[in-house]
């Protein structure tokens, strides 16, 4: 079978989404609830060992807390085969791997929740999202660069999801992140259902103004906006001209331009806008997110 012709998994195409709304590290783990190690229900829990004994740092706690309030079946599951592996000696590192898998799997599970969210939610989760682009850009790191996510995509399923995941080591400032961006999604899956916000889809106003700020963010980012255009013609060409494409986009400077572009679209527009994409993007409905995010640069 040729490169072109390889299959991509779900994994795959969600990266390829993600690259375009600003893939930061923790933006590619949408998948992996399906691919890492499955949360099973133990038996019989010792119930004199906890989470909290071995994850006792404010970022874990706080996320586990909401965890339980967005997901409770989800909590339980997680805290029985934590106190199963605790039990079988694992550390404090192979703990948080399970905190994080059972995290990115409710970025799929809550997805359609997202659709019912006050604007306040989409916008703690964009501003998040860009500060994140804006530290890593400031650090210089390798995770602005589209080869670094490139990498990862040539990865099989097996390959990624540990590869991946030993990037967020237990009480490191990425993992940290992770934890408190995927709470900001919890928070909004909660706030969703108590509020029922019933946004209307997106009209020709809204995509007026999204493509106005996108030639906007073109004009003064002329280099973005070429690393956007030459990616959205890869985009139905094949795989590895997709990927050829992500390999000279600066993400980092992508999930900027994402949050500025959004921070200036008026309240309402916002909300129709993310309750339309955002549920999208967390199930990987990959050719109805690139279509949107083209209108978003007024690509085509």
């Keep these: 079978m040729s490169a072109i012709d390889r299959p991509r998994t779900g994994l795959q195409w969600g990266l390829i989404t993600l690259v375009v709304v600003s893939v930061l590290v923790a933006l590619s783990f949408y998948w992996l609830g399906g691919t890492g190690t499955k949360i099973v229900a133990a038996e019989k829990p010792n119930q004199t060992v906890s989470l909290a004994s071995v994850l006792s740092d404010r970022v874990s706690r706080d996320y586990l807390a909401k965890l339980e309030n967005a997901a409770p079946e989800t909590a339980e599951k997680l805290r029985r085969e934590a ?24 970025f799929q ?28 850009k400031a650090a210089n790191s390798d995770w602005c660069k589209g080869l670094t996510i490139q990498s990862f995509l040539k990865q099989s399923d097996d390959e990624l999801v540990p590869s991946l995941l030993s990037n967020f080591p237990y009480k490191s400032a990425q993992y940290d ?36 700020e996108g030639l906007g963010m073109g004009s003064s980012q002329w280099g973005l906006a070429l690393q956007i255009a ?47 994409l955002m549920p999208e993007i967390m199930v990987g409905n990959t050719p109805y997110a690139l279509a949107r995010i083209q209108d978003y640069f007024f690509i085509g």
């Design 83 to 106: 106190v199963l592996s605790i039990e079988d000696g694992a550390d404090s590192d192979q703990i948080a791997e399970i905190v994080l898998q059972a995290t990115f799997s409710q």
């Design 230 to 276: 030459a990616f959205a013609n890869a985009e139905g060409q094949s795989f590895d001209a997709m990927q050829d494409a992500i390999e000279q986009i600066n993400v980092c400077d992508l999930g900027i331009a994402i949050g500025a572009v959004s921070k200036r679209l008026p309240e309402d527009t916002r909300g129709r806008i993310w309750a339309d």
């Design 109 to 136: 599970a809550k997805a359609f929740d997202l659709q019912y969210a006050p604007v306040g939610s989409y916008d703690a989760i964009i501003a998040k999202f860009s500060g994140g682009a804006s530290d890593l």
């Design 177 to 212: 992140w992770v934890l408190e961006w995927s709470g900001l999604f919890l928070d909004a899956s909660v706030a969703a259902r108590a509020s029922q916000t019933r946004h209307r889809q997106p009209n020709s106003r809204d995509e007026f103004l999204l493509q106005q």
